[in-house]
């Protein structure tokens, strides 16, 4: 079994200050671990994802997740916050197609940029 | 990344009639199609997995009578609400991985349909 839970529902930051959304996992598997971002009303997008290779994982639009092993946490971070930023983020750990391929979500974090 | 496509994006249906959306891989082929019901500011509900050639296993407690998902193709899956209800009204949402050597690979999603039964 697996499970995600991320720490905070909102989080609200100023434009220009770094932005931590934070994420820890449970998995019967060597896990692999996204992050997506959704804006209102639409599908999600891959911001990164962590597949046993480096620990340190750069995605799209400057955000940046560390695989933790020890603490079972998978983190996203971003130095300084863009109003485009404004959305919902999920954290998501993911099966093996063995044993069944599926993907289990965290129950997100609203992210509100302050100009 | 790849694209999937997922139509109609909006639909309003009366209630007692039946809804199809579907979703569409436009660049590779997906084994395995997952559907998804979100409702206002929850995460993503997992309502089925589907397969290509065979029926799709569903989620304890979503009703497949209700919730018919057909996986004909491996770039086409739908998913038909049949006798909608209020209740039904959702935000329905559908991803697709791929196949190949990957233990892990990426699910790529589509728009999501905004699903109003009135």
């Known amino acids: 079994a697996q499970s995600v839970t991320q720490l905070d529902s909102h989080v609200s930051v100023s434009e220009g200050t770094p932005v931590l959304l934070r994420c820890n996992y449970s998995?019967?598997?060597?896990?692999?671990l996204f992050w997506y971002v959704q804006h209102p009303n639409k599908g999600l997008q891959l911001l990164l994802k962590y597949t046993s290779a480096a620990t340190l994982v750069k995605g799209i639009n400057g955000f940046e997740a560390e695989f933790k092993k020890s603490e079972t946490s998978f983190h996203l971070t971003k130095p300084s916050a863009h109003m485009s930023d404004a959305a919902e983020y999920f954290c998501v750990v993911s099966e093996p197609r063995a044993a069944g391929n599926k993907l289990t979500f965290g129950g997100g974090t609203r992210v509100l940029v302050k100009p | 990344g790849a694209v999937v496509s997922q139509h109609p994006s909006r639909v309003i249906c009366k209630s007692g009639t039946s809804v199809k959306i579907e979703c569409r891989s436009l660049d590779f082929q997906a084994t395995t199609m997952f559907w998804y019901r979100q409702f206002p500011k929850q995460s993503l509900m997992l309502m089925a997995t589907s397969n290509e050639g065979s029926k799709a296993t569903y989620e304890q407690g979503v009703e497949k009578d209700k919730f018919l998902i057909n996986h004909a193709s491996l770039t086409l899956s739908t998913l038909t609400v049949t006798s909608a209800h209020p209740e039904d009204s959702s935000f329905y949402i559908c991803s697709a991985r791929g196949g190949g050597g990957v233990l892990y690979s990426e699910a790529f999603f589509g728009q999501g349909t905004r699903l109003t039964v009135v």
């Open positions: 998995s019967s598997y060597s896990p692999s």
